[in-house]
C-alpha cells in the first residue's frame, strides 16, 4: 500500500480559536485541557487509528535523550520535541495530501501557537518559553532544531516500520521521504540501523 491508495481525507474543519476570559487561571485551565487533543487526535497519512500527536513527541523527546553529542543542548532538545507539534491541538496533524498550501498550513499553526501563548498563557515566562521553541524549530537554523527536525523524520520512519510489521504493509513512501534526509551523523546511524532491518 502506498500514499497514492490511500483514500483523500474529508475536508477538515477546524476548531474555532479559544476566546480568552481574562482570568488567568481559567485561561490557563482551559489550555490545559486543550492538551488532551494531541492525546485523542491521530496522526494521518497511513492507517487507519493511528499513533496519537503525543505519541509522536514523546518517542521524539526519549530519543533525544539517547543521543550522545555532548555539543548539543540535549535539555533544550527534549523540550523542542514536546512542543514541536503543539500547534497540532488546534490545527490536527495536516498532511499535504490535504491540499491545504503549506503558507496556510504555517498560518494556521502560528495563529494557533500565539492563540495559546498570548490569550490562554497571557504570555508568561513559561508561555514565551514554549513559543520560543517553537519558533526556533519552526526556522531550523540552530543545531537542535535541525537535531530534532532529524528525529521527527526518524520516529517517523521507526512508526512506518512498526506498522510495516504489524499489517504487512509496504511504506516505503514514508522512508523515501525521511531516511535519505537525515543529516544529523548519530541519526543518520540510527536510521541506517532502521534500513538494515527492511532488508533482512
Not at 494531541?38 to 513527541?57: C, V
Not at 495559546?116 to 520560543?132: K, T
Amino acid at each position: 500500500m502506498d500514499e497514492s491508495e490511500i483514500a483523500p481525507p474529508a475536508k477538515r474543519v477546524f476548531p474555532p480559536l479559544y476566546v480568552p476570559t481574562g482570568d488567568a487561571s481559567i485561561d490557563r485551565l482551559a489550555f490545559f485541557h486543550v492538551l488532551e487533543r494531541l492525546k485523542t487526535q491521530k496522526r494521518t497519512g497511513w492507517i487507519p487509528n493511528a499513533e496519537s500527536i503525543s505519541d509522536h513527541m514523546y518517542r521524539m523527546a526519549i530519543l533525544a535523550m539517547c543521543t550522545s553529542d555532548s555539543t548539543l543542548d540535549i535539555s533544550k532538545c527534549v523540550m523542542m520535541a514536546v512542543v514541536h507539534d503543539l500547534a497540532e491541538a488546534q490545527v490536527g496533524d495536516i498532511t499535504p495530501r490535504e491540499g491545504i498550501l503549506k503558507q496556510e498550513k504555517q498560518r494556521l499553526e502560528a495563529e494557533a501557537m500565539s492563540n495559546f501563548v498570548h490569550d490562554m498563557l497571557h504570555g508568561s515566562p513559561a508561555a514565551l518559553r514554549i513559543e520560543a521553541l517553537w519558533n526556533e524549530y519552526e526556522e531550523g537554523e540552530t543545531n537542535e532544531a535541525k537535531f530534532v527536525k532529524d528525529l521527527d523524520r526518524l520516529e517517523m520512519a521507526l512508526q512506518a516500520r512498526e506498522y510495516e510489521m504489524a499489517h504487512a504493509l509496504d511504506l516505503q513512501p514514508f522512508f523515501d521521504s525521511s531516511l535519505p534526509h537525515l543529516r544529523h551523523p548519530e541519526v543518520k546511524r540510527w536510521g541506517e540501523d532502521l534500513a538494515q532491518t527492511r532488508s533482512c
